[in-house]
């Protein structure tokens, strides 16, 4: 990997618990030690990229300036094309200052609701990771997975809208998956495995 990071500290850009927790795991076979950007007091900046990237970006680089650490973001959510690519960006914020995803689960189901019979609920997840240095580099990686929506909520694994989202080709939700079986195909592993191997690419550049 990386000499900047194989056996350093990193910081996970995030105050979400759940989030935080996911990139651990991710990140664990590789050595590194993780610090949330929580843990460290650092605050939340305010998302005002007008795209995933954009919004990972913001973060990253925040937090690695507010540390002088290496900082890796993630900003991802759920897009419904039949609402027009809705919750999108603002996934976090359709969960309000409370950040109770039920809510905002609710608030997707009822959308649809207002939709003709028959339309469709495919929908996808995507993450896309930026990992930032204090001396303000960053790159960016960006993973997708595909599947529908179910209704009512099932599983209390997963975080977020896990518990309305199947997979393609899958007959458990995100809420019903092991961990492990979810970081085999999640959006988020598909970014990770981009920026892995971007690091061990460079390692041996």
């Not at 209390?156 to 998956?177: A, K």
């Amino acid at each position: 990997m990386n000499k900047r990071l194989q056996g350093g500290k990193l910081v996970i850009a995030s105050h979400n618990p759940g989030k935080v927790r996911e990139i651990a795991d991710l990140l664990a076979p590789f050595g590194l030690s993780a610090v949330s950007a929580a843990d460290l007091g650092l605050p939340e900046p305010e998302e005002t990229g007008n795209s995933f990237i954009a919004n990972a970006q913001l973060k990253a680089l925040a937090a690695a300036g507010g540390a002088g650490l290496p900082a890796l973001a993630d900003d991802s959510g759920l897009v419904v094309p039949a609402l027009e690519g809705a919750p999108g960006i603002y996934s976090a914020r359709w969960a309000g200052p409370a950040k109770d995803f039920a809510l905002a689960m609710e608030k997707v189901e009822e959308a649809l609701g207002r939709l003709p019979a028959g339309t469709s609920r495919a929908a996808y997840f995507v993450s896309a990771l930026a990992l930032a240095f204090p001396d303000g580099k960053v790159q960016v990686f960006e993973g997708r997975v595909d599947g529908v929506l179910v209704w009512p909520p099932r599983g209390t694994r997963g975080f977020g809208y896990d518990p309305i989202f199947l997979p393609d080709g899958f007959s458990e939700n995100f809420g019903e998956m092991e961990p492990a079986a979810k970081h085999r195909i999640s959006h988020r592993a598909r970014a990770f495995a981009q920026l892995v191997q971007h690091l061990r690419d460079d390692a041996l550049a």
